[in-house]
């Protein structure tokens, strides 16, 4: 499967929605979602119409350490035109 942008983003955007409410951390994008710049797509999704909302937190990474990162909550979905 191609890891390009565009692929990262229907991944992350699959996967903002399947989490709901609870969002998806950077680390979560990274980890699971094979995505390593999380802020980037998410920023791209934006601009295609999504409204995705941004809360900082605090998360712990596969190693014991804990980040301060993002918490994305996809809140609604580009709207067809």
């Known amino acids: 499967m191609s890891n390009s942008?565009?692929?990262?983003r229907l991944?992350?955007?699959?996967g903002l929605?399947?989490?709901?409410?609870?969002?998806l951390t950077t680390l979560q994008i990274r980890e699971n979602l094979d995505a390593m710049h999380a802020g980037g797509r998410v920023?791209?999704?934006r601009r295609?119409?999504?409204?995705?909302?941004?809360?900082?937190?605090?998360?712990?990474n596969a190693q014991?350490?804990?980040h301060r990162?993002?918490?994305?909550?996809l809140m609604r979905e580009k709207v067809a035109a």
């Open 64 to 66: 014991g350490h804990a």
């Open 11 to 14: 991944k992350i955007l699959d």
């Open 69 to 73: 990162v993002a918490r994305y909550v």
């Open 43 to 45: 920023m791209e999704l």
């Open 17 to 23: 929605k399947k989490a709901g409410p609870k969002g």
């Open 5 to 8: 942008a565009k692929a990262q």
């Open 48 to 60: 295609q119409g999504h409204v995705i909302h941004t809360i900082w937190t605090i998360d712990i």
